[in-house]
């Protein structure tokens, strides 16, 4: 059964970055898209950013736009997110989320059947 993994979350400031890292354990196999959703207290998950086989298929969500970068290392399955000059607003428990499936929209939360348990990312203004 594949798990993945979730790292790097934390406390920062306004104004400061996190790099979060996603890998699998357990059996693995490629994953043709990895993404990042968030939820915060009260309200619904939703996606922050995702990425396709080829790194340079990607969707952000418009309010991380310019600040958060997502990777990925197919050799290592692994995806990470760079986010910087967080805010406030961006904390949340962040997921890693993947499918082996070639689904054409990126941001769809229901094609993602493998997800893990979550890192925290607290920000203080």
């Known amino acids: 059964q594949v798990q993945l993994l979730e790292s790097g979350g934390g406390l920062v400031q306004a104004g400061g970055s996190l790099r979060l890292s996603c890998a699998p354990s357990?059996?693995?196999?490629?994953?043709?898209?990895m993404a990042w959703f968030r939820q915060a207290p009260g309200k619904e998950r939703e996606i922050v950013a995702a990425?396709?086989?080829?790194?340079?298929?990607?969707y952000y969500a418009d309010s991380v736009k310019g600040r958060f970068t997502i990777s990925r290392d197919n050799a290592k399955n692994t995806a990470y997110l760079q986010m910087n000059s967080l805010k406030a607003e961006d904390t949340a428990l962040y997921y890693c989320?993947?499918?082996?499936?070639?689904?054409?929209?990126?941001?769809?939360?229901?094609?993602?059947?493998?997800w893990g348990k979550g890192t925290l990312v607290t920000v203080s203004s």
């Open positions: 357990g059996r693995t196999f490629s994953f043709s898209s």
């Open positions: 990425i396709g086989w080829t790194p340079s298929r990607t």
């Open positions: 989320a993947a499918t082996q499936h070639a689904w054409d929209q990126l941001s769809e939360i229901n094609h993602y059947n493998y």
